[in-house]
């Protein structure tokens, strides 16, 4: 009775006990996303996207994805779950060319089949035991990577690293009988922190549970100062202020108050995207929203999308209709990093159109478009793609910062810049800026030579046991 009368709500979950783990699930999803771009780069120019099938079905974007990667050689920004639909579909039809033995096992068929097969979620929250039996099922990750991502973990001194509210919801769902979990009527997660795992994606784990429960619905409110802001680098500018800060000791320091432009407008696309194919990958129709979360200043927020992401968005359509000529340069992939997602000029003209509801919505005014693409491009009717892209780029290189109101108080919920100043008070002594820990045959780290380094292991092993 109480599931059925009462909304259930989850917020973004903190534990210190977790917090080690969390940044290394991070880290070892980073290095997996990494992994599946590079295994997609390989394979593009033998992909035809005619025998793709249903991964085409649910992505469409894959086309074009596909002719630009065998073009250019640029992968753009894309989801692991969409790059692991393509290769997925593609290994039953790939061929290796001859000289295939002779690359790197990185490159060959076993390693790709061994990454695309990893069952693995950005949304799990595994226990201690459960990762490092992941890292040791892991056969595709290079055991350099692995020693780098483990050292890198255990200096996350100055973190909170959290889990998402999302992932909060599923681990919870999963842990009760499908009779009791049917009778849940409405979730509430609210992502009012950042978190780890790439979040924006979590969503896709609600899906099996709306498909369950017609009656479910689930709104997923997350936080634009909180969070969506924050979550476009692993180690934001605040962050670096705060360490620079630290490091130089100065007395009464100015407030980190800003965040580039161009990472704010990223990371907002990059949400309202993986939100736009939830439908295509099963989401039943209005049983799932996003409410991008502007207060406590939403009319910040709204200057914000109605000065900057309408013209990131306008900007994108026109170079997306600009004449294709020219030659490609490699000097234009650094152009290309600034592309934001094809369906997100569609996506912010739907949430301009209807803020108030349909599955993206927000709470402040959005604005609308500025302009149109076919009146941009007369304006410089001589202008081929790569002239649209220069001014794309020049865009996103020439913003100011935004001024966030409160942002400094905001940024001091995800650091540990307290804790972090009393365990160094002179400083972070040199030594424990040093290389990786030896690694034993079973993937563990072992014991160290250098009287420093086991000093460092001691006090890790003192911080494990701890926890």
Sequence with gaps: MAFHLNTVKFNTTYLEELRILAGRFHN?????????????????ASMDPTKLGEAISRHPILVPTIEEIKQKGRIPTLASGLILDALRAHLPHDELPPQASKNPLRDARQSIEELVSFEINPWDIPLECEFDDILKDAAWVDPDKRAYAYERCLRIDNGKYRFSAAATAIYFLHRIIPETRCLIQNILIYEDYRSVAFPECHALGLIPFCQENPSLRIIQRASLWGNIFLSSTDEPSWQKHLL????????????????????????????????????????????????MDGDPFPEKASEIFRKELQEAALLQETVSKAPRFGHWCSYVERVMDHFLFDDFPRLLADLSNNWESGMIQCNFNPGTSIGSPDEILATHPDWGWQEWEYELWDYFEDREDAELPGFDQMALHNNMIESYCQKYPNGRPRHAMGGAPDWNDDGNPGDSDDPEQADDSEEADAHEADV
């Design 28 to 44: 070892f999803l980073f290095e997996r996303h990494s992994a599946l771009k590079s295994a997609l780069g390989h394979r593009a």
């Design 244 to 291: 620079a800060i630290f490091h130089c000791r100065i007395v009464d320091p100015p407030p980190a108050d800003s965040l580039p432009l161009g990472e704010i407008i990223q990371t907002v696309a990059v949400w309202m995207s993986e939100a736009g194919i939830l439908a295509s990958m099963g989401m039943p129709a209005s049983q799932f929203t996003l409410l």
